[in-house]
Every structure is written in C-alpha cells, then in structure tokens.
C-alpha cells in the first residue's frame, strides 16, 4: 500500500483523573503482600526463603515509597487542576 496513512497505533491520551485511585490501590496490593510474605517467612524454616521473601519485601518497601510522592504529586495536581 504505498502512500497510505496506516492509524492503527494511535497512543491513547493520558487520563490523570484516577491516578491517584490507582496508586492508591497499587500501595494497598503492596501492603498485603508484603503481610503474606512476613508471615510466610515467620512459618518457614527455609533459610533461601526467608532471604528470598525479604530481599522481596526490601524491594516492596522501597517501591511504597516511591508510590507515596507520586501519590503526593498526583494529589497536588488533582488540587490545582479541579
């Protein structure tokens, strides 16, 4: 098909309405995991496992914090755009 315009990948336009809805989940998901993986590691006498599941909940921590200042940043923007 040559000159022809193809739009099939069109990106989507941004919706920044429900970001914070969404890391506010994401963060809630995060939490219980990071639960289920204590008390996997209070149960198993596996040493690996235990240092597997937190170096996992290390990373999650981390990831909590990041989500937090976005959440924060999302908060201010919904603030000043609404």
Do not use: W
């Not at 996997?40 to 999650?60: F, V």
């Amino acid at each position: 098909m040559k000159g022809a315009i193809l739009f099939m990948n069109k990106p989507k336009p941004d919706d920044c309405r429900d970001n914070e809805s969404k890391i506010k989940r994401a963060m809630s998901n995060t939490q219980s995991q990071m639960q289920a993986a204590n008390e996997m590691i209070s149960t198993t006498s596996d040493p690996k496992t235990k240092a597997d599941l937190q170096a996992k909940n290390e990373r999650r921590e981390h990831a909590l914090e990041g989500m937090e200042v976005e959440m924060k940043q999302e908060a201010e923007y919904n603030k000043n755009h609404n």
